[in-house]
């Protein structure tokens, strides 16, 4: 009957939009997807890179790795800093004459990864006397940046970071892109490391 006819080419006309629109979702679906994935690539391979004396600079730099999915290497200079060392009270210590003295170089071991690798470098360091320890100067003089994209970051009492990431950049011939550096206190909370991790652009998507 005609009620039937009704039904029937109403319900062949939904069956055929709806075989129309699927294709049209899933690509859309795709198209997003690989947009995530191209988004991901666009980042490359990044690293979490740190020299910590006291332990402060290393909580933090674990954190950073945990929160961007880094490799994480240290810098460890051939002979370790002790609490004499850093007695900044002592003219004489160590750290007191590697301020003083700006063709100092600490020696340091081998890196344990190759940098050469990596896109994006997390830089972490304490700051000593207003700046960055020379073992970093070190570091960084030892490295190309070319073509990678560096975030120092570092920790103190109360000092702030002054011009140590701008510092580093130049002793590092100005290659590579430099973010601004990041002070964090000497015990940074999760919170303040993931606010600044947010910020970079470089957090694992939950």
């Known amino acids: ?13 939904i069956a055929s939009f709806l075989l129309a629109a699927l294709p049209f979702g899933a690509s859309a679906a ?35 790795a945990e929160l961007t999915g880094s490799d994480l ?11 004499a060392d850093l007695n900044w009270h002592d003219g004489e210590s160590r750290t007191s004459v590697e301020k003083d003295d700006e063709s100092i170089r600490p020696a340091i071991k081998p890196d344990t990864k190759n940098l050469a690798d990596y896109d994006t470098v997390f830089l972490g360091y304490p700051i000593w006397w207003g700046t960055a320890p020379k073992v970093l100067w070190n570091f960084v003089e030892k490295h190309d940046f070319t073509g990678k994209t560096v975030l120092p970051f570092c920790t103190s009492h109360s000092s702030s970071e002054g011009e140590s990431g701008k510092t580093l950049e130049r002793l590092a011939g100005n290659k590579g892109t430099w973010r601004d550096a990041k002070r964090f206190p000497e015990h940074p909370t999760d919170d303040e490391i993931g606010a600044w991790v947010n910020g970079t652009g470089f957090a694992l998507k939950k």
Do not use: H, L, W
């Open 1 to 13: 009957n005609n009620v039937d006819y009704t039904m029937k080419r109403a319900a062949a006309f």
């Open 30 to 64: 795709g198209e997003q997807a690989d947009a995530g994935s191209a988004s991901e690539a666009a980042r490359g391979k990044s690293i979490v890179v740190y020299f910590s004396a006291s332990g402060n600079t290393r909580a933090a730099a674990e954190k950073i």
């Open 73 to 83: 290497m240290e810098i460890v200079p051939e002979e370790k800093y002790t609490e």
